[in-house]
Nanobody, 120 residues
Framework: QVQVVESGGGPVQPGGSLRLSCAASGSMLIINSMGWYRQAPGKQRELVATMISTGATNYGDSVKGRCNISRDNVKNTVYLQMNSLKPEDTAAYYC??????????????WGQGTQVTVSL
């Protein structure tokens, strides 16, 4: 079983910054990708940023230029640095980890989410 634990959310003023962390743990873990999604009340969950094992990244249009995803492969941890935060960035942020199972297929795991609230 894989555990995914996020941290780093909280309240922040517009224009401020936050750094989210997500750590994955489990036996014989082979991670294909790690990333972040977010969901605001009444809206669908959307991509924030992902990084695959090669280091290639993908960002959602709403955060491009304001966020940076990085990864520590030794610690199986992914970080999301968010800058110039706006009220519309307010959402629950979820970490998603995709692991390789039996060297044959991929399986995804979600974290419990961490709330980010951007307001004065």
């Amino acid at each position: 079983q894989v555990q995914v634990v996020e941290s780093g959310g909280g309240p922040v003023q517009p224009g401020g910054s936050l750094r989210l962390s997500c750590a994955a743990s489990g036996s014989m873990l082979i991670i294909n990708s790690m990333g972040w999604y977010r969901q605001a009340p009444g809206k669908q969950r959307e991509l924030v940023a992902t990084m695959i094992s090669t280091g290639a990244t993908n960002y959602g249009d709403s955060v491009k230029g304001r966020c940076n995803i990085s990864r520590d492969n030794v610690k199986n941890t992914v970080y999301l640095q968010m800058n110039s935060l706006k009220p519309e960035d307010t959402a629950a942020y979820y970490c998603y980890v995709e692991v390789v199972v039996d060297r044959a297929y991929l399986k995804g795991y979600w974290g419990q989410g961490t709330q980010v609230t951007v307001s004065l």
